[in-house]
T-cell receptor
Framework: AQTIHQWPVAEIKAVGSPLSLGCTIK??????LYWYWQATGGTLQQLFY??????VESVVQLNLSASRPKDDQFILSTEKLLLSHSGFYLC??????????FGKGTRLTVV | QQKVQQSPESLIVPEGGMASLNCTSS?????YFWWYRQHSGKSPKMLM?????GEKEEGRFTVHLNKASLHTSLHIRDSQPSDSALYLC???????????FGSGTKLTVEP
């Protein structure tokens, strides 16, 4: 069975500080991977998708970047956090034509 | 402009009652629809998917899809307090690289 692991579970970071969030998927070869963001009380928005190692496509611009350094790993980062980056970050992979599976998420609070 | 619109924003039904939720996409490119349930602080979990015109039933849950109007609805019969959650509608184009979510319907089932 496929599993998605996200780290960290939660972060409290200062405005202007860097950020790195990680996602690893096990049990699936060459998965498509997605990053989603959900502001508190807000809509779930897809930020990035990646079809293969080294290739990342942006869906929504939020002054964030993403990288796919390994087949099973997807990283979300920024060099300078804004207050508006607070929220719930979710990594996901689609099982084509059935459903998109989500990780447990990272709760980010920017202060 | 949000590509998926859901109504109502919130819904209160008595235990044992019927809950009806609606979702429409404004993007003619979408082809697949899902319904997800998200409990507070948790990641979304898929309830049902529907890709063809018509109706699909699984236990207490029924979904309808009209592809001509890009409208889908979710009906929950015999609603239980444990059904209380945020219900998210999602749609994607055939390439499946991007999944658009609506802002959700907050369902409360009162004992």
């Amino acid at each position: 069975a496929q599993t998605i692991h996200q780290w960290p579970v939660a972060e409290i970071k200062a405005v202007g500080s860097p950020l790195s969030l990680g996602c690893t998927i096990k049990g699936k070869s060459s998965p498509n991977l997605y990053w989603y963001w959900q502001a508190t009380g807000g809509t779930l928005q897809q930020l990035f998708y990646s079809i293969t190692v080294g290739q990342v496509e942006s869906v929504v611009q939020l002054n964030l970047s993403a990288s796919r350094p390994k087949d099973d790993q997807f990283i979300l980062s920024t060099e300078k956090l804004l207050l508006s980056h607070s929220g719930f970050y979710l990594c996901a992979w689609p099982d084509k034509n059935t459903e998109v599976f989500f990780g447990k998420g990272t709760r980010l609070t920017v202060v | 402009q949000q590509k998926v619109q859901q109504s109502p924003e919130s819904l209160i039904v008595p235990e044992g009652g019927m809950a009806s939720l609606n979702c429409t996409s404004s993007d003619r490119n979408v082809d697949y629809f899902w319904w997800y349930r998200q409990h507070s602080g948790k990641s979304p979990k898929m309830l049902m998917s529907i890709f063809s015109n018509g109706e699909k039933e699984e236990g207490r849950f029924t979904v309808h899809l009209n592809k001509a109007s890009l409208h889908t609805s979710l009906h929950i019969r015999d609603s239980q307090p444990s059904d209380s959650a945020l219900y998210l509608c999602a749609a994607s184009p055939p390439n499946y690289n991007v999944l658009y979510f609506g802002s959700g319907t907050k369902l409360t089932v009162e004992p």
